[in-house]
């Protein structure tokens, strides 16, 4: 069974650009989790989906990101316009139901210029 | 969430047992403890997750004691390829996983 997939692994940007991540869970899950990791800090949760709603969003840093997931599968992570402050790694999870187990991709590193 | 406080760092040699301990001292009633581990370049990986007592599985085991204060991660035998970084997370699990809250983990290097 496919795991978490990510993509890209790797995007560089300059500032002002924009970028959009995509993730595709675990076929199933209905839960979609967004985290990322800026450099130096710690893993820190985004937002969640479930199917296609946005279960909690209250960590969306301001409203250059947006997250997406259009018919409850894939979902995709944009950042407009892009600043230099958000050059890390997102990573995506998917879990079905809640047993406290998320399967994490590989996350997408993203690095502004 | 409860904050938890673990060692920075820790190194052993291959076929050792590691403990890593993880103090948590405001958990709630309601929170389980969980274990992700996670190597350079790849996201983390759940390990293990317990309410009380003790767990175990094919890779760890966790124990807590009365109080729930604290919890100690269990890798028997250790190899190199267990060298990674270990989180150590407590929150209202599996009830609500939307805000897993990772510290900054133990980041443990295995010797041969």
């Known amino acids: 069974e496919a795991g978490v997939t990510q993509f890209p692994s790797h995007s560089v940007i300059e500032k002002g650009q924009t970028v959009t991540l995509r993730c595709d869970p675990i076929s199933g899950h209905d839960n979609l989790y967004w985290y990322r990791r800026v450099m130096g800090k710690e893993i820190k949760f985004l937002l969640h989906f479930v199917k296609e709603s946005k279960q909690d969003e209250s960590g969306m840093p301001n409203n250059r990101f947006l997250a997406e997931r259009t018919g409850g599968t894939y979902s995709t992570l944009k950042v407009q316009p892009a600043e230099l402050e958000d050059s890390g790694v997102y990573f995506c999870a998917s879990s079905q139901g809640f047993t406290g187990e998320l399967f994490f991709g590989e996350g997408s590193r993203l690095t502004v210029l | ?112």
């Not at chain 2, 807590?64 to 604290?70: F, G, L, T, V, Y």
Request: hydrophobic content about 30%.
């Open chain 2, 1 to 112: 969430l409860a904050k938890t406080t673990q060692p920075i760092s820790m190194d052993s040699y291959e076929g050792q047992e590691v403990n890593i301990t993880c103090s948590h001292n405001n958990i709630a009633t309601n929170d389980y403890i969980t274990w992700y581990q996670q190597f350079p370049s790849q996201g983390p990986r759940f390990i293990i997750q317990g309410y009380k007592t003790k767990v175990t599985n094919e890779v760890a085991s966790l124990f807590i004691p009365a109080d729930r204060k604290s919890s100690t991660l269990s890798l028997p035998r250790v190899s190199l390829s267990d060298t990674a970084v270990y989180y150590c997370l407590v929150g209202d699990s599996p009830r609500n996983t939307d805000k897993l809250i990772f510290g900054t983990g133990t980041r443990l290097q295995v010797f041969p």
